[in-house]
């Protein structure tokens, strides 16, 4: 029986072959761009599940409270880790991880006396029971051994073989500048679905930084794992009790007040768990060790796969519906030979699925084909793997449902037909389910104006963040990284890359803007007793003038005057300290341990400016000078160039720094482009939506086309009768373009406020966004107008200027 089906419709799809090429192209690019867009949304989904644990392991994070404001921040003080462990009888264990910012120099000497240096983005410290809790397998070494001695360090396998290549790693020795390490362990690549990753991992008790009790700063990423049944709420509500016992004193010691009075003048700490799974797609705090991903960007990639596969659909139930009349004979003959009319939706529901299975099996070819581009464009390393049978039959169930829900309204229309009224001919020219089809046409239209509009508002508000004022430079500036290592030969590198003709002028700086590795001071304003913890940079005298910032009042650092115990402040800090005349006004830093704390003067007011990405608010921001004794070694050279010829320059410098530091690599980068990752998965997502969007709207298109083709075959007697009576081709195209014109109305009217709605949504997320301008919606209306007219007008134009002779031929 199910054999006589087929073949039936197999001979149906054959014989109208424009029909099913239509429809298996439409559904076959609809289940290809669905099933692309749901490997990206699984892999978002995925961080960090791989862990057997996922479920009980919570990264610990803190809501730092300020009179003004607070802040959220991934990174909490090192030694909670311990104290957690020891006092929560939920607590199974702790672990921390400590990254290093910037790049650290890796020295390896092989047997012959060859130096190989190396230069590492991911070293990182943890505690030795971290493979532990974490899923990463070791190829090898043990895992409880491989982080026990200080200096002990395990490279990932891809690592290790840029090192040593086939020889076996363990037990050699790899040098940084301040710290030699033995390689212990191996283990396996970190899975690109995971919110953290290393290249080299070394034992944390080497890190001297570290060792101190500190309950006040933030410096670890700090994981703890649950015992089974255990509530993380109820964890949560016992973290103040750590406060109390541990941070307070420390509080109460550097700022000379007592706790309580801390609290009252608006500070605190506030300790929060969150779970590994939930944090690339629901966490965005500060210090985060991933730029991570959206779940608002989730759920819109959800709605343009679900869109697109609708649009498909309904492609395919316009175009059976409204060849339902050339089937009616065909129903009507089956009926009176005994047919039933279950069996005749079988037989239509079996052509629609099987249009549904074809179309999968090219959906997987266009997939095959397009794949790497789409892991290029997302970033990921997605695979389409149909070796199991399990996914196999998952797929193949999901198109079979999705050709029952295409073709269900069809298969009942066409199989209620009553073969009276068809065999007299009447069901010709009294098409049922006109109305349904229009409005599937205006819902179709109405998707395609949504995704638009969404488009338009989207690339808006990238524009508006890649070319707002940020308050400084950010044109022809080259950043030279890791200038540390220059020591005291910093200042002759200087003045050599200054006297270039191409080079306008270079500063240096701890931190760039863009990064968000700031660390905070706490201030205490002379006469207060109020602390306030504002963001740090330090920085030397050319930096203000090299990158363009404004004095708003006082002065810049200069030679001429000792700045060692002066300090820059934004407007944004003024206004969160309360100082009312800044000039000259005095702060004294706390330091933890400290025997005396360290006062600043106040000697300049810069005009606020987005240090970090514009997806934060501005913050307080303090600025010290490279005068200071105690400040950090400068990271980051900043140089300003006259010219666009980036490349000569690079060579230039780079020809200076080898002979400053032959062993050292040159590593730098450009500052226009490190700016505009902040911003990398917004892009990302933008040339989805627009890729998508495009596809879906020409989805759309090849179904239109379809129904207009079959429309003017339909009226092909009365346009040959209008032409006869004088009708001219204009007349003739206007008329057909008519009825479609008004559905396209009908879908602006539908779409435009709930794509208003969605969009002012998306953009909450935002603190600095674009305003949104309803023209912007109303062009996606026009645009689906123009593109509805240039998909109808062939077919229209075609029957328009057909001899009115032969179509008054047509039976």
């Not at 047919?339 to 999968?360: A, D």
């Not at 030969?489 to 270039?500: A, G, P, S, T, Y």
């Not at 005095?586 to 106040?602: C, E, F």
Request: charged share 20%; hydrophobic share 45%; with cysteine.
């Amino acid at each position: 029986m199910l054999k006589n089906y087929l073949k039936v419709a197999l001979r149906s799809l054959n014989k109208n072959k424009v029909y099913t090429i239509i429809n298996i192209l439409g559904l076959s690019v609809g289940l290809a761009c669905c099933i692309l867009i749901l490997l990206h949304v699984q892999d978002e989904l995925s961080y960090d599940k791989f862990h057997k644990n996922a479920g009980n392991i919570y990264r610990v994070a803190l809501e730092r409270k300020y009179p003004s404001h607070s802040t959220l921040y991934a990174i909490i003080p090192h030694s909670f880790s311990k104290v957690i462990e020891a006092d929560y009888p939920e607590v199974e264990s702790a672990t921390r991880l400590f990254y290093f910012p910037g790049n650290t120099v890796f020295r390896y000497e092989d047997k012959k006396g060859n130096l190989n240096i190396f230069e590492e983005k991911k070293f990182v410290q943890a505690d030795s029971n971290f493979f532990d809790i974490f899923s990463i397998p070791l190829i090898k070494g043990n895992k409880t051994e491989v982080l026990k001695n200080p200096n002990s360090a395990v490279l990932t396998e891809e690592t290790a073989k840029r090192y040593f290549g086939d020889k076996d790693p363990i037990n050699q020795v790899i040098k940084t500048q301040n710290a030699d390490f033995i390689v212990t362990g191996i283990c396996e690549n970190i899975p690109s679905n995971s919110h953290f990753d290393f290249d080299i991992l070394a034992g944390i008790a080497s890190n001297q930084f570290l060792q101190n009790l500190n309950f006040i700063g933030f410096s670890a990423y700090t994981y703890v794992v649950l015992k089974d049944k255990s509530s993380p709420a109820k964890l949560e509500s016992k973290l103040p009790e750590m406060v109390l016992k541990y941070a307070a004193p420390q509080i109460e010691q550097n700022m000379e007040i007592s706790y309580q009075s801390y609290q009252e003048a608006g500070n605190g700490y506030r300790y929060f768990l969150q779970n590994i799974q939930d944090i690339h797609l629901q966490s965005q705090l500060e210090a985060e060790m991933k730029v991570n991903g959206s779940m608002s960007m989730v759920y819109i990639l959800i709605s343009i796969a679900l869109f697109i596969l609708m649009i498909a659909c309904i492609n395919f139930m316009n175009l059976t519906t409204a060849r339902s009349s050339e089937r009616a004979k065909e129903v009507g003959i089956r009926k009176s030979l005994g047919s039933f009319k279950k069996q005749l939706i079988f037989q239509f529901l079996t052509e629609s699925v099987l249009v549904s299975l074809i179309s999968l099996v090219i959906a997987f070819v266009i997939i095959s084909m397009v794949l790497p581009a789409f892991n290029n464009l997302v970033q990921k390393e997605l695979v389409l793997d149909i070796s199991h049978w399990d996914y196999i039959l998952f797929t193949i169930v999901f198109s079979s449902f999705i050709g029952l829900i295409a073709g269900s309204y069809p298969a009942f229309v066409i199989s209620s037909f009553s073969p009276v009224t068809i065999l007299k001919g009447k069901i010709i020219n009294n098409v049922k389910g006109a109305w349904l089809r229009n409005g599937l046409v205006v819902f179709q239209f109405s998707i395609s104006i949504i995704l638009i509009a969404g488009t338009l508002v989207i690339n808006d508000q990238l524009k508006y963040l890649f070319e707002k004022d940020l308050g400084f430079q950010k044109s022809n500036m080259i950043i030279v990284e890791r200038a540390f290592a220059l020591q005291d030969k910093l200042e002759i590198f200087k003045d050599q890359v200054r006297n270039m003709a191409e080079i306008e002028n270079i500063a240096s700086t701890t931190l760039m803007p863009g990064n968000d590795q700031f660390f905070g001071s706490i201030f205490t304003p002379e006469g207060k007793t109020e602390a306030f913890t504002t963001k740090t940079m330090v920085i030397d005298e050319d930096f203000e003038e090299t990158l363009g910032f404004q004095i708003v009042e006082g002065r810049d650092f200069s030679d001429n005057y000792n700045d060692s115990a002066t300090i820059l402040l934004n407007e944004k800090a003024v206004q969160v300290l309360g100082i009312e005349n800044p000039i000259g006004s005095r702060l004294s830093v706390r330091q933890l341990n400290a025997d005396v704390n360290p006062t600043y003067t106040v000697v300049g007011i810069v005009k606020n400016f987005h240090f970090q990405s514009l997806k934060d608010n501005i913050s307080p921001l303090a600025m010290l000078s490279t005068d200071n004794p105690n400040h950090p070694q400068t990271s980051f050279l900043v140089i300003r160039s006259g010219t666009t010829e980036v490349s000569k320059i690079l060579s230039n410098v780079e020809t200076i720094w080898t002979q400053f530091l032959p062993e050292e690599p040159f590593t730098y980068s450009i500052f226009e482009e490190d700016l505009m990752q902040q911003y990398k998965p917004e892009n990302t997502t933008s040339r989805v939506f627009v890729i998508f969007s495009f596809l879906a709207i020409m989805i759309g298109c090849v179904g239109l086309f379809g129904l207009a083709a079959y429309t003017a075959s339909k009226r092909t007697k009365e346009i040959g009768v209008r032409k006869v009576l004088g009708a001219t081709v204009f007349s003739v195209v206007f008329m057909l373009s008519k009825e479609f014109t008004k559905l396209i109305l009908w879908a602006m009217v539908i779409a435009i406020p709930v794509a208003y709605v969605l969009m002012d949504w998306w953009l909450q997320e935002f603190p600095y966004k674009i305003e949104l301008n309803i023209g912007v919606f109303v062009l996606s209306g026009i645009l689906a107008l123009i593109i509805a007219w240039l998909t109808v007008s062939y077919q229209s134009i075609k029957a328009a200027i057909n001899n009115p002779v032969k179509s008054l031929k047509v039976e």
